[in-house]
């Protein structure tokens, strides 16, 4: 719901086409890398946000921003190719690495909620080990995504 807010928020003509141009830009930088150091380039990312995203009392917060900003450049780069911009943000749910990427977002999400709640019990100790399995499993999961969004970027 928060990346369909982002979608959904109104910009100005010159606000979409700076946003369009800025991920034009990031595509061609991760276009011109070959498949491993784009596939370690997409894991990069995707796994310091999923990383702050389990930060007690912090991670809802930098969660939202980043779905909601997603959401703000799937709005800008619809704008620019005059197509809905839900069209293409559920389309992209026909890619399994979004699905990755989003569950691995909401386990970092979770736990960040989790650990808040068991740090006001005072019981943070004994969940240390269960957020290393998580952030473990997060991990895995953003990189076998950004192995399937590498090559299937690769492919274009």
Request: hydrophobic share 55%; proline share 4%.
């Amino acid at each position: 719901m928060i990346a369909v807010a982002g979608v959904l928020t109104p910009l100005s003509p010159e606000e979409s086409q700076t946003r369009s141009e800025d991920l034009k830009q990031l595509q061609d930088e991760i276009r011109g890398l070959d498949v491993w150091d784009m596939k370690v380039y997409i894991f990069a990312n995707n796994f310091r946000i999923c990383l702050m995203m389990f930060i007690p009392l912090a991670g809802p917060f930098i969660g939202t921003y980043v779905l909601y900003n997603t959401g703000v450049f799937i709005g800008a780069e619809s704008t620019t190719m005059n197509v809905p911009g839900l069209l293409i943000l559920f389309s992209l749910f026909l890619f399994p690495f979004t699905w990755m990427e989003f569950i691995a977002y909401a386990i970092g999400l979770s736990g960040s909620v989790w650990l808040t709640w068991c740090i006001v019990r005072r019981k943070w100790k004994s969940e240390i080990k269960m957020t290393a399995i998580l952030i473990i499993i997060c991990a895995v999961m953003l990189f076998v995504a950004a192995l399937i969004e590498a090559l299937l970027i690769a492919s274009y």
